[in-house]
């Protein structure tokens, strides 16, 4: 076989390769469908959907009541809080959704979060987010329905809120 046979080939395979890096690297700096949103409120069936999925799922790591682990706000590596007294309320739906598909990593390469893509389907992502979502408060939801919400490029764990609805 001759190398100008072979060639060809080549640049299409390192074609696809840029192209598939190029598309990660557009994703992990927060380039994502700022129009994707997960219905609220979410119906009853989709929380319910949502709620078992979660026990199964998430609760493990993230807390029965979505507290968080043990010592999380002084633990960057524990699995934070997803009620208000967390900071997922600071990320997009879109964010949101792509962290719980994608999973995260600390600095150092190590896994933070499992994906759960192939584990979850797309639809079952969107239950979870939708039932967690249910638990935040209804002024949270209304500021981030708001045409002046913007996500926040920087995460960082909001101070703690008293939860009306958790009656404290």
Known sequence: MAFSS??????????V????A???LLLRQGLRPAEFRIAQPASHAEREAGFALYRANCAGCHGAFLSGAAGWR???Q?????????HATNHSDADLFFRVSAGARTADGRIAMPAFRGTLSEQEIVSVLAYVMSWWPDEELKRRAGADWTFQAVCTPAEAQVSAKAGL
Do not use: H, K, M
């Open 6 to 15: 072979v060639l060809p080939a080549v640049f299409v395979i390192a074609g």
């Open 17 to 20: 390769v840029c192209l598939f």
């Open 22 to 24: 190029a598309g990660s």
């Open 74 to 76: 002084g633990d960057p």
């Open 78 to 86: 524990a699995a934070p809080a997803l009620n208000e007294s967390g």
